[in-house]
């Protein structure tokens, strides 16, 4: 609406899209329960191994990505599924509601793994639909209304499932709009050590040297992941988010010179 989200709106609209969420993890579920049935829990490691190996196989990176996740959730909860195998049968409602406890534990899993957390708690989720409708607020502000926030960033490499993008109606959000980088702030917000080069000589030892107070936001070795991607280049780079205040502090000595 003239670009302010009309959140109760949207949230209903999320509710629609995270039907995806369901469709898609169906698709998984029904091959969790081939396993199950052929080879049972005891074997379940050695599923584990099946799946991965014809995973490799298949064409796409979105296939095996998906298999990463079905695997972690396979094995963090086959005991639960297993003891609850015998009392299923052809009982609908019970089949209904192993589908959802599985598919929590699918997401909790894309979470522990992606995000490094090791507890999913409600407050972890709501922080992160929060972030995640900021983000598309932002957007739209930057587009109807121009800048809102020249700090504001989404700090995860990762967007959380929209189903768990819930409960959003009552949220109130407000941007700071602070002062945007200066040019040479900006490049070593963004630039890796590699490209030093670019900057005036006072400031490169920010990037490099061990004594610099921000050297661990341009690590020399760091992990990339494709998440369902094929090509080096568009994976996620796992590396930290710089601070704004300790990058401006760490430069201050140097704005001189």
């Given amino acids: 609406e003239n670009g302010h989200l009309n959140l109760r709106n949207f949230e209903k609209y999320l509710e629609k899209l995270s039907e995806f969420d369901r469709e898609h993890f169906s698709e998984v579920f029904v091959d969790l329960k081939w396993f199950e049935s052929k080879v049972g829990n005891k074997y379940l490691n050695e599923c584990a191994g099946l799946v991965a190996e014809e995973e490799a196989a298949a064409k796409g990176s979105k296939k095996s990505e998906d298999a990463d996740l079905r695997l972690a959730a396979l094995v963090s909860s086959g005991k639960k599924a297993g003891e609850g ?22 997401k909790r899993t894309y979470y522990m793994t992606k995000m490094g957390v090791d507890v999913v708690s409600d407050e972890f989720l709501a922080v992160q639909a929060r972030c995640y409708v900021e983000g598309i607020q932002w957007i739209l502000h930057y587009y109807y209304h121009g800048v809102q926030s020249w700090s504001w960033y989404y700090p995860y490499h990762y967007a959380p499932f929209l189903s768990d993008i819930k409960n959003i109606s009552g949220l109130k959000l407000t941007f700071d709009l602070g002062k945007p980088f200066m040019p040479f702030q900006q490049l070593l917000a963004v630039l890796p050590a590699a490209s030093k080069a670019l900057l005036p000589e006072c400031y490169r030892d920010l990037m490099t040297s061990t004594n610099s107070p921000i050297i661990e936001y341009y690590p020399l070795d760091f992990k990339t992941d494709l998440n369902g991607k094929q090509q080096e280049w568009e994976a996620v780079v796992l590396i930290p988010f710089i601070d704004e205040r300790c990058l401006l502090s760490a430069m201050e ?3 001189h010179k």
């Fill in 85 to 106: 195998k015998e009392a299923l049968g052809d009982d609908e409602e019970e089949e209904d509601d192993l589908f959802e406890t599985e598919f929590r534990q699918y």
């Fill in 253 to 255: 000595p140097f704005n």
